[in-house]
T-cell receptor
């Protein structure tokens, strides 16, 4: 069964304190792994797509990496405006559906 | 601004009432989706439309119906609302197989 697990559920960081969020997945053939950011009361906002193990993508203070079993979202020197829930989703080679994790709620304290 | 527009933003229904959630996108995307988001459950797919004229069930379709009115519009209907359908509903569209979703801002629905 296709499955996505994100950890930790919640993370509190001091401003400038770097850390990583984890997304582990089991899927019968990965077409793509997607990261989204969701602010309270809003829809998820697309961040990155990763397609194959070893691939990396960067955007400002965020870097996403992918292995055969998991993905990491590294946050370098975070700022309070990085506070949000970060969602991971995978798409299998078969079918049109994405499978979402339950997210990591990140709080960055000034 | 280009994107996905959902209406209404908030709605309170009584058990047994019906309503339609509207969604429109102006990005010329072929695929459109309806998700619900519940605490601790993540986003779950209700129905999707891979292209104009087609619709398919997702993970949690019971109690819902959809209509792909044209390429831009995809509506979700609750025929007889139940408290278990209290949730935040998101519409999304996607431009191709390898692209991520563009989500609307959501409809917060409460069924009492």
């Amino acid at each position: 069964e296709d499955q996505v697990t994100q950890s930790p559920e919640a993370l509190r960081l001091q401003e400038g304190e770097s850390s990583s969020l984890n997304c582990s997945y089991t899927v019968s053939g990965l077409r793509g792994l997607f990261w989204y950011r969701q602010d309270p009361g809003k829809g998820p906002e697309f961040l990155f797509t990763l397609y194959s193990a070893g691939e990396e993508k960067e955007k400002e203070r965020l870097k996403a990496t992918l292995t055969k079993k998991e993905s990491f979202l590294h946050i370098t020197a975070p700022k309070p405006e990085d506070s949000a829930t970060y969602l991971c989703a995978v798409q299998a080679n078969t079918g049109n559906q994405f499978y979402f994790g339950t997210g990591t709620s990140l709080t960055v304290i000034p | 601004n280009a994107g996905v527009t959902q209406t209404p933003k908030f709605q309170v229904l009584k058990t047994g009432q019906s309503m339609t959630l509207q969604c429109a996108q102006d990005m010329n995307h072929n695929s459109m989706y309806w998700y619900r988001q519940d605490p601790g459950m993540g986003l779950r797919l209700i129905y999707y439309s891979a292209s104009e004229g087609t619709t398919d069930k997702g993970e949690v379709p019971n109690g819902y119906n959809v209509s792909r009115l044209n390429k831009r519009e995809f509506s979700l209907r609750l025929e007889s609302a139940a408290p278990s359908q209290t949730s935040v509903y998101f519409c999304a569209s996607r431009g191709g197989q390898s692209y991520g979703y563009t989500f609307g801002s959501g409809t917060r629905l409460t069924v009492v």
